[in-house]
């Protein structure tokens, strides 16, 4: 069975957006691609879905606008599944409604997958270890649990997509004009930063509880990513104490 990658910026979406709604389900769609045979899902949207305590619907015209913008982009991605929020009362279960929907993209991709999480006792106790996230495929009637692991190679794109902003924001400060909505700008992105690291610290941690057999080169490669990560924030310090 295709095994299922998530990149932590879908993940920290996910993970982020339930943990603000505990009053009511909320979900959206997963956006990604087959890649070496793994479900690879690269990002989320969060439509306008109408939620209520055990029940959440998207609207089809969301999905047919996402579609849309991601044939545009052109970069192979498409709606590979959806996600929802089960507030309070766990990940381990699909609906009868959830299963039918499951339904409905299975026969839009025939890969797709549905990922449940619970956010309670993350916001309660904080701890990323402990996540209650599952993702199901359907068969018949039956709803199968898939394994996932999160994509480490994603973090070299965050260093990469932070290097080139801290350069932009060097850029405009040579011009000087209003420098003091940059600077509101960059205390904004080095928060930002500060909290990605600490999330990403912690995907290892997950990492390495469930991926023993990685090899030793995979291990060194988790731990240079987190070098960079905080060399980066070391540099954006810097720079904010030279500004
Ligand atoms: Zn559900």
């Not at 052109?74 to 590979?80: C, D």
């Given at each position: 069975m295709t095994k299922v990658k998530i990149s932590p910026i879908a993940l920290i979406k996910i993970i982020d957006t339930a943990s603000r709604k505990l009053d009511r389900e909320i979900g959206g769609f997963l956006i990604g691609k087959i890649e070496d045979g793994h479900l690879n899902i690269v990002d989320v949207e969060i439509p306008r879905s109408r939620g209520s305590k055990t029940f959440v619907e998207i609207d089809p015209l969301d999905m047919a606008i996402i579609a849309e913008k991601l044939d545009k982009e052109?970069?192979?991605?498409?709606?590979?599944g959806w996600w929802h929020s089960h507030p309070g009362f766990g990940a381990d279960f699909m609906s009868n409604l959830d299963i039918n929907t499951q339904k409905v993209y299975q026969s839009l991709f025939n890969k797709a997958v549905a990922l449940i999480i619970d956010p309670k006792s993350y916001v309660s106790e904080k701890n990323l270890r402990k996540i209650d996230l599952k993702i199901y495929r359907v068969t018949g009637e039956k709803y199968k649990e898939m394994d996932w692991y999160i994509a480490v190679d994603d973090m070299w794109r965050v260093v990469e997509d932070g290097m080139k902003l801290i350069s932009e924001i060097r850029q405009e400060k040579v011009k000087v004009n209003d420098l003091m909505e940059r600077m509101s700008g960059v205390l904004e992105f080095k928060e930002e930063l500060m909290r990605l690291r600490k999330t990403i610290e912690d995907f290892l941690v997950i990492k390495r509880d469930f991926m023993q057999f990685q090899t030793s080169v995979e291990t060194f490669m988790m731990y240079s990513t987190l070098l960079s990560l905080l060399f980066f924030v070391f540099v954006i310090l810097i720079f904010l104490s030279l500004v």
């Open positions: 052109g970069k192979g991605e498409s709606i590979v």
